[in-house]
């Protein structure tokens, strides 16, 4: 499902939003102590009690570099979480329709690391010369194995 890519000018920098699609989450897990009856005014858990969350990435052009700003979830999740939540994997084929592809991006950052952001970067890592960065405080999935250093602010994946 292609989704409207929305594009914004800001001086020398062109900015995209990039949807990987909608994945639904359990709605106690997402909004922590805030009360049902309070989070459900704005948005309704399904029968599971699952709440949809949209994946969105940013991809920043400058005259230099292509940057994204996270990677969505890829399509290695655990199949206990596919059957669970869904896999929307979405971002290639939104990166393409934004005029973007994998090896046009010079630099990725993830603000932080699950399992959804691991399993898109080694995706990515088939890419070369990819400088990966990640925020402080990651959490990281238990299978990291094709993952770049996870003790690393700067990995560049050859």
Known sequence: MNTPMHRLTLGDFELTAISDGIYHLDGGVFFGVVPKV??????KADE???VP???????????????????????KLPE?????YGQPSELLTNLTAAGTSPEDIDIVINT????????????????PNITCRKGS?????????????????????R
């Open 112 to 127: 932080h690391l699950h399992c959804e952001s691991e399993t898109r970067l080694s995706q990515l890592s088939l890419t």
């Open 38 to 43: 309070m989070w459900e005014r704005k948005v």
């Open 137 to 157: 405080g990651s959490m990281l999935a238990s299978n990291t194995s094709a993952m770049p250093s996870a003790t690393s602010a700067t990995t560049t994946i």
């Open 53 to 75: 969350s949209g994946l969105n990435s940013v991809v920043v052009r400058t005259s230099k570099k292509t940057v994204l700003i996270e990677t969505g979830l890829g399509n």
């Open 80 to 84: 206990r979480l596919v059957k669970n």
């Open 48 to 50: 599971k009690n699952l």
